[in-house]
């Protein structure tokens, strides 16, 4: 691809940017967000005083699931505030990032920002986005030959264990994030230090309150396992699957954020469920549009793709899980195949 092509097709996004605009979805939507915000932290708070008022019951265990969904909820509200499609200004961002991240799920705001950001700026690449590094899992062929210790072990039956290995998710979040405060580089450090700790020395002191011992234990591996089931079935669908990039693709920033993400269809309780992250493509090309407005843009931006014969790639949730499932199994096959 020669500069001048490079130039031609930069300009592409800010064609598709002007749409956007003038449809008004860039525009923030801060009662959409303090009502949403009421409603989470609402049942966030009501599921405690039901921990609190049960007891010594086994109903705990629905409240543990109940708690799930919810931790996964407000991970996506400090999803869309690091994103700053909440506040304009840096302050209030990360006030709210910490309290709902840190302080309400045990989970480094700081650390993720940092890791998130690096993936949007180059989703699917092998070597740049921390998504796809082949710690555990291998994205593709390339990775599974290069693959050692546990990734290599792993990587043999990845499509089978995908789902299994995500109920370790949620205690993943929380290590990371400590991990990320037991060392220099992260931007308010003992902050968000002391958030974490205070998050779980309320947790576990309220579990070993209320509940005896064994009760205790069981909650937190119900709550820690689905909730990491459900961080991973939100966060699966949107890229595993897709292209991966190496080297220096040739690829303006709408090629390279459209072909390496998959939209995911479906109504009112799709779009509830996956915090609007089912309108993937739209969320990478528009990072801090309102999550609200996702579905608006979707179809200004198929359409657009469709006057480029850019790929746009939309399916069902479980077709998004099949084929991720499958490229895993794929990317596995060398493994197996011991080359």
Partial sequence: ??????????????????????????????????????????????????????????????????????????????????????????????????????????????WWMDKHTRHHANPNHEELDPDVDPDIFVWSKGQAGKASGVARFIGRYQAFLFFPMLTLEGLNLHVSGIR?????????????????????????????????????????????????????????????GMPTLTGRPELDFLRKQVL?????????????????????????LFPSMPSVHLGRAQPIVQEYCAELDIPYLETSLIESYRQALTHLHEAGAPLRNGS
């Fill in 260 to 284: 390496t993400s998959r939209n995911v269809r479906g109504g009112v309780v799709t779009d509830v469920a996956l915090g609007g992250l089912n309108y993937q493509i739209e969320h990478h």
């Fill in 1 to 110: 691809m020669t500069t001048d092509n490079l130039v031609h097709t930069g300009s592409d996004f800010a064609r598709l940017s002007q749409r956007i605009s003038a449809a008004g979805l860039m525009v923030r939507r801060p009662g959409y967000y303090t009502a949403r915000f009421a409603v989470v932290g609402g049942l966030f708070a009501a599921g405690w005083v039901a921990f609190a008022l049960l007891g010594n019951s086994w109903w705990q265990l629905a409240v543990a699931a109940f708690q799930a969904v919810m931790f996964a909820q407000i991970a996506l509200l400090s999803h869309d505030l690091a994103h700053k499609q909440v506040f304009r200004r840096r302050r209030p961002t990360e006030i709210a990032g910490m309290l709902v991240g840190n302080l309400g799920i045990g989970m480094s705001y700081g």
């Fill in 180 to 240: 990320a405060v037991c060392k220099p580089g992260l931007r308010r450090r003992w902050v968000e230090a002391s958030l974490l700790a205070t998050h779980i020395v309320v947790y576990l002191g309220a579990l070993l309150i209320v509940l005896p011992p064994g009760k205790a234990v069981l909650f937190f591996v119900v709550h820690q396992a689905l909730w990491g089931i459900y961080m991973g079935s939100i966060f699966a669908p949107n890229h595993k």
